[in-house]
């Protein structure tokens, strides 16, 4: 693996999924739901906020923009916090998904130092990026410097033997089973250090 491989995978993974980025909340909108939830009328749900009905009726429908304190008295009468008032419905969310990778067939990416399996390749905004790779490197002169990238990694070692050389501590050795949780701008490489390639289970955190 060159030194920019391992934040090229990163981005190929966000760049396959859609923007992180929320469209805001129609606040009017939000309101009205919030209020027909309840099954209020614009006068009971004024009531309980303790506003006038005109004001609410033209807080829903766009005509002004409520204060501070407005806010905070409709986010009272409807029993929530103000940043709810901002907060999409939870129905609107995905409450369940599932991508399956049968063996060998996830995304291939190689490179001289490791070949990568893209495992999930086809979830977008996903909030860990999980690979299979094969471990080709035997010597940390194979490596451009160290790799380091934004987040968090988790290191399974499937089959054979490595060594794991990191930025701060000693290096490891790691068999099948054996695993290492550690934080991925700390400068790292991995090594086989058995006769065959050693293959292990990689996840980074893409958060």
Do not use: C
């Amino acid at each position: 693996m060159t030194k920019d491989a391992p934040v090229s995978l990163i981005q190929i993974a966000r760049a396959s999924g859609e923007s992180d980025e929320t469209p805001p909340v129609d606040l009017g909108a939000r309101v009205r739901e919030l209020r027909k939830g309840r099954n209020w009328t614009l006068e009971q749900a004024a009531k309980q906020a303790g506003l006038a009905r005109s004001t609410l009726s033209k807080i829903e429908n766009g005509q002004m923009s409520p204060t501070y304190d407005a806010l905070k008295k409709l986010a009272v009468g409807l029993e929530i916090s103000v940043p709810q008032l901002f907060t999409p419905p939870a129905a609107d969310k995905i409450n369940g998904r599932m991508a399956v990778t049968k063996s060998g067939e996830g995304a291939a990416k190689a490179t001289t130092t490791y070949e990568h399996e893209l495992l999930g390749d086809t979830l977008r905004k996903k909030q860990m990026l999980p690979y299979r790779a094969r471990i080709r490197a035997r010597s940390m002169d194979e490596f451009d410097g160290w790799v380091r990238h934004d987040g968090e990694e988790f290191l399974y070692v499937l089959t054979g033997v490595v060594q794991l050389f990191t930025e701060f501590y000693e290096p490891v050795e790691l068999r099948r089973g054996d695993s290492a949780y550690y934080d991925a701008t700390m400068g790292h490489n991995v090594i086989s250090t058995s006769a065959e390639d050693a293959m292990i289970l990689w996840v980074t955190s893409l958060a």
